[in-house]
């Protein structure tokens, strides 16, 4: 099947989507190596690197929503620390904590 004309399309696609979000955790989010030792901390390394990769896309997405439409975007840089800030008070309750400040100040 993935040697069929359709399959090669298929399998291209995926593989400009699906891959390189793995790579892109490979490369800047330390998922070539695990941090920590133990299921918890090493689920807790993923889950944050997942979390960063998707508030990258979230402030592309929001800066590109923002050239398109011509809102202040300084304005809405502001609300999006704000969001950001917020999330980060919530660390401090998350278990193993530590390994959460740990994987930021890298």
């Known amino acids: 099947m993935r ?3 359709w399959g090669k399309k298929v399998y291209a696609r995926r593989k400009e989507t699906v891959e390189r979000n793995f790579a892109d ?3 800047h989010h330390g998922h ?3 941090r920590f030792r133990g299921l918890m ?3 807790m390394q993923c889950l944050l690197a997942a979390a960063a990769q998707n508030i990258k896309k979230m402030a592309l997405l929001e800066l590109f929503c ?4 011509k809102y202040d975007i300084h304005g809405r ?10 999330l980060l008070k919530g660390v401090n309750e998350w278990p193993g904590k530590n390994i ?5 100040s890298r």
């Open 66 to 69: 923002c050239l398109l439409t």
């Open 32 to 34: 070539r190596y695990a």
């Open 41 to 43: 901390k090493v689920q």
């Open 25 to 27: 955790a490979k490369q």
């Open 100 to 104: 959460a400040i740990a994987t930021f």
């Open 3 to 5: 040697l069929t004309a």
């Open 77 to 86: 840089a502001i609300k999006w620390l704000k969001i950001f800030r917020a």
